[in-house]
Nanobody
Framework: QVQLVESGGGLVQAGGSLRLSCAASGFIFRKYAMGWFRQTPGKEREFVAGISWSGYKYYVDSVNGRFTISRDDVKNTMALQMNSLKLEDTAVYYC???????????????????WGQGTQVTVSS
């Protein structure tokens, strides 16, 4: 079955960097769009960044220029390099896989149907 496992979260000071990783298994990774979302208590899950099966990258405006998404179709992994972290980046970050092979990438949680367990990112002042 599909399995997505995030790693790399932690505590970092504002202005610092973290790199999140997502290890995927159970499906043909290279055929699917992948995404990163984040969620804070009491709020809906928010799109952060996505990467299409062909490598097209897209970001929410608040992280554009600070975060970089990437994928490795040989290792079946995805990463999110987060630089210049801000207090408001504090959240649980989730890795997600798109619903259908070769589907257009999406920015909504409903565009994805497989999720990791999440990894906590805490940015302190």
């Amino acid at each position: 079955q599909v399995q997505l496992v995030e790693s790399g979260g932690g505590l970092v000071q504002a202005g610092g960097s973290l790199r999140l990783s997502c290890a995927a298994s159970g499906f043909i990774f290279r055929k699917y769009a992948m995404g990163w979302f984040r969620q804070t208590p009491g709020k809906e899950r928010e799109f952060v960044a996505g990467i299409s099966w062909s490598g097209y990258k897209y970001y929410v405006d608040s992280v554009n220029g600070r975060f970089t998404i990437s994928r490795d179709d040989v290792k079946n992994t995805m990463a999110l390099q987060m630089n210049s972290l801000k207090l408001e980046d504090t959240a649980v970050y989730y890795c997600a896989a798109g619903r259908s092979a070769y589907a257009a990438p999406g920015r909504k949680a409903t565009d994805y149907d497989s999720w990791g367990q999440g990894t906590q990112v805490t940015v302190s002042s």
